[in-house]
């Protein structure tokens, strides 16, 4: 191993920036002669535009134009696109409705954007964006997942039918029907995902400019993929072609997922730039966050297990109703069909599997992937649904489980979903999470905590997850409009130091400490040599981007790929230099040797003569030392693992604390074991959060998003969590030149069900069998009233 | 719009401007200043991402106007290093991770400088309820508590 190499936990060599504050968040950015941008968005949640007068704010001071989607209409601007199309059980099509960056005839969510006022500054814009007066005629809204496909329900779309998006199926229903008839026993819960806005630190923010001296836009943007920026944006909804159009996305303060998107003030910056000759730059308040950034989550499900006798499990079955909000967000309609579905099986040999997803309209945010995204509620589900069968049977959750596992001797194995596990040891992870987390003592914990007034409770979850994406025929298959490969460029300089050009993006994932850590370990060059670039389409060969933890497995592939080629032209050309057969030639920690002579050359050396080829194979072998490479993987990968939470519970206010939890994770090959930690913290506080926390409530009849700040929206805060203990049982991917699986979600997929699996085995004993995320202490002290009133009769 | 001018000492530096009157220190800092270290992450006073020292204490910046700071001592997280050298609580936080968007950090260090000050040797809970003003969406705070404490340590010596 190079000593900065794969396995190494190197400090991050982006900390001194953001340490010093010298890190460039594109709000940082301030372009020559640039204007501000004000959007004006509608109150409600769903209502006719009749009228929008802007003759008052056009004339205020500092102001440079306002626009309504009536201008954007003119211009042919598109419709914002959703890049993943499901098909209907009876074989047609979902509906797709249009989404235009500015709204033109009605206005479907509170947070919509209806004008744009442009000014000198931002406060002038946003004085003026006052003085637009839009006469609306406020309509009846539908909000709640769970109405918006009943009769008689308000419609978001006059040509959609019942609100109803698509009504798909995945997996065998007629041998998951069949499975059921036989089962000795089922379970059945029914529960809601509960709706989440993912709030990262920074806020979202594009700065448009035009250069009408060559005809170029360029766009600034707090995105997690510029170049899918670039392909959605450009042809697709302002007609640039991409030569045309440069995409940046700097510093990027946290995505989880909520800035892969193709947002609307992105074309609507990039489009007024050009309108109004200057730049044009627009940053979000939080208070728009909450009611412009796609929010995640929200299913409303029932789950059904099938056992025998033994307790195995026969079949699973999952009804779910997707809230998609009121227009289609990029891969909205992929998370909870493909995402979710294709790993309901879970770790267990489970045969038989059927999910009917109904995804529906309301007036609302758009819904789309959030950290986990899909992967999270199908383990939410499955295994609330298992600890709850394990309560029914009265078998320990723990060996019903156990019962119920893939065997790690079963690899790889095929799922009912059509997914191939490569390599995975859930029992191991189980093992080694029981014992982790003390498993064995906790009724001597519990009741330590009963003398303390506090209702104690385990919960565990095992969980595993298609990470990694993903294999292009494969998506293309299931609706993708996109390829999942990704694109490195590793150019090695005369002198020997190297920059890589990568496709992934980095938003707090290190990517500029790990993906030189695998460089290092290829190529034998000094950390300090290495230069990691990303985020901008103009340096990039081509990206998909970062989420679905796929960076390292699919980035850093592609990176130790192109390295592979480097390594193939340096003994090419060593073999020139040397006089040697290129069959001799080995490469070793920076070194190319001649098995024959023991001559050696090192990679500088050899970068010189490849740009200074006076000594070279010139008739064979074009100079330089600069390789490309697109890695296409073979399958997902696989991260699993297994989470344990305890909490206590306070008998008199219902309030939650997590006492500890424990992590075992199987992330295959491991670049920086602190990266990869830091990771798994951030994930489950944002399951703890979900679970405990953070609660998206609209009010029902007038549409309006009552949490919309800080002061309603609890985000987890230092005193509402524990210390983490987390380990790693690395098991190498078995199709991945890295052997990587990806870290980024697990957190956040395996969590929210151990925490609530501990909140219900905490109250079981008071015969709570059932609670909604999030369990706040309202939710928690209720259930318990209720419960406690029940016995009393 | 009426402007009036300020005059402070930003990190050791005298600066004075005319500002439009409704101008917050935060904007003073980044868009006046160009100090774009200090960060804004909410409009509720919540995130603490702009946290700044004014006379030494934590203050929220997106809280304060730019005349309220008239006269006081700035310190940003751009004048924290010296000689080149980092500071020993921005060093805990390399060393222990405690950073992965680096958006929330400078908020994060100054109000870690902030408790240190007044609790030289702060202790686990006592870190945690101290950060109750300051969010942080990457890290879950596992490694911000522990770089405070490693920072706070380091400080005293
Ligand atoms: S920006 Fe000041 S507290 Fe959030
Ligand atoms: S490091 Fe990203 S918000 Fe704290």
Known sequence: ?793 | MSSISVAMTVNGTRVSESVPARTLLVQLLREQLGLTGTHVGCDTSQCGACNVLVNGRAVKSCTMLAAQADGAEVLTIEGLESDGQLHPMQAAFKEHHALQCGFCTPGMVITAIDLVANDANPGEATIRKYLEGNFCRCTGYHNIVKAIAAGAEAMRS
């Open chain 1, 1 to 793: 191993m190079a000593d900065n190499g794969i396995g190494a936990s190197v400090r991050r060599v982006e900390d001194d920036r953001f340490l010093t504050g010298r890190g460039t968040f594109t709000d940082d950015i301030d372009r020559p002669g640039q204007s501000h941008a004000w959007i004006v968005r509608s109150p409600h949640a769903n209502a006719k535009i009749k009228s929008i007068d802007i003759a008052k704010a056009a004339a205020a001071e500092g102001v440079l134009a306002v626009f309504t989607g009536a201008d954007m209409a003119a211009d042919e601007v598109g419709s914002l696109p959703c890049g993943w199309d499901i098909t209907n059980r009876d074989g047609s099509a979902m509906k797709t409705p249009p989404h235009p960056p500015l709204a033109v005839d009605q206005a479907r969510h509170v947070g919509d954007q209806v004008a744009l006022v442009i000014a000198e500054s931002r406060a002038l814009a946003r004085d003026a964006a006052e003085l637009v007066a839009i006469d609306y005629e406020p309509l009846a809204a539908v909000t709640a997942t769970a109405a918006a496909n009943k009769p008689g329900a308000p419609q978001v779309w006059d040509e959609i039918p019942d609100n109803l998006c698509y009504d798909s199926g995945w997996g065998d229903e007629a041998a998951t029907d069949a499975a059921f008839k036989q089962a000795a026993h089922v379970t059945t819960l029914e529960l809601i995902n509960s709706r989440i806005i993912p709030n990262p630190i920074e806020p979202r923010v594009a700065i448009g400019e035009y250069d009408a001296g060559n005809g170029k836009h360029t766009l600034y943007t707090t995105s997690q993929n510029p170049h899918v920026i670039r392909l959605l944006m450009g042809p697709f909804v302002l007609g640039l072609a991409e030569h045309k159009l440069r995409v940046v996305a700097p510093d990027v303060g946290g995505g989880f997922g909520s800035k892969i998107f193709h947002y609307a003030e992105e074309a609507i910056v990039t489009w007024a730039a050009k309108k109004v000759g200057r730049p044009v730059k627009w940053t979000a308040e939080r208070s728009e966050a909450f009611v412009s950034d796609a929010h995640g989550r929200d299913h409303v499900t029932t789950a059904e297990l099938a056992l025998d006798r033994g307790a195995k499990f026969l079949g699973f079955r999952v009804r779910i109703t997707a809230n998609m909000g009121a227009y289609l967000s990029t891969f909205s309609t992929s998370v909870p069909s493909f995402f979710c579905t294709s790993v309901l099986g879970g770790v267990y040999t489970t045969p038989a599997v059927y999910a009917q997803i109904k995804a529906v309209f309301t007036n609302t945010v758009p819904v789309d992937a959030y950290r986990g995204a899909g992967r999270a509620e199908a383990n939410y589900q499955l295994e609330r649904v298992v600890d709850k069968a394990a309560r029914e049977l009265g078998i320990d959750p723990v060996e019903l489980r156990r019962r119920n596992l893939i065997p790690s001797s079963a690899m790889p194995y095929m799922t009912p979903m059509a997914l191939e596990y490569d390599s995975g040891d859930f029992a191991a992870n189980m093992d080694a999470c029981l014992k982790a987390a003390d498993y064995a003592g906790f009724e001597q914990r519990r009741a330590a905590a009963a003398k303390q007034g506090k209702l104690r409770g385990i919960g565990l979850s095992v969980y595993v997850e298609a990470a990694g994406l993903g294999p292009s025929h494969l998506a293309g298959k299931l609706g993708a409009h996109a390829g999942l490969y990704e694109s490195a460029e590793v150019r090695v300089h005369p002198t020997g130091s190297v920059t890589v050009f990568t496709g992934s993006h980095s938003h707090g994932q290190g990517h500029e400490t790990t993906f030189a850590q695998v460089v290092s370990e290829q190529l034998g060059v000094p950390l300090e040599s290495i230069e990691i670039v990303h985020g901008d389409t103009d340096l990039i060969p081509f990206g998909m981007g970062t989420f679905g933890s796929r960076s390292i497995a699919v980035g850093g592939s592609a990176i130790m790929v192109a390295c592979d080629k480097v390594i193939a032209k340096g003994k090419k050309i060593a073999a020139h230099m040397l006089e040697a057969e290129e069959a001799n030639i080995a490469f070793a920690d920076g070194v190319f040797s001649d098995s024959a002579s023991n001559q050696t050359l090192t990679l500088g050396d050899i970068a010189l003569s490849a740009y200074v080829p006076h000594n070279y194979p010139l008739d064979s072998l074009e100079p330089g030392l600069d390789e490309t490479a697109f890695y296409d993987p073979p399958n997902f990968t696989y991260p699993n693992g297994c989470f344990i939470c305890e909490v206590e519970i306070d008998e008199e206010t219902g309030a939650v604390a997590v006492v500890s939890f424990t992590a075992v994770d199987d992330f295959g090959t491991v670049i920086n074991p602190m990266v990869v930690a830091g990771q798994v913290h951030g994930g489950v506080t944002q399951g703890i959060g979900q679970a405990l926390l953070e609660n998206c409530t609209y009010d029902g009849d007038s549409g309006q998003l009552t949490t919309g700040s800080y002061m309603d929206y609890t985000l987890p805060r230092a005193d509402d969590l524990p210390t983490f203990a987390v380990e790693h049982n690395e098991i190498p991917c078995a199709h991945n030149p890295i052997g990587a699986k990806g870290c980024g979600e697990a957190g956040a997929t395996g969590s929210t069900a151990a925490v609530i699996n501990a909140v219900i085995n905490a109250l079981a004993p008071l015969g709570i069998e059932q609670l909604d995320m999030p369990a706040t202490p309202h939710v928690v002290w209720r259930a318990m009233q209720a419960a406690k009133a029940a016995a009393a009769e």
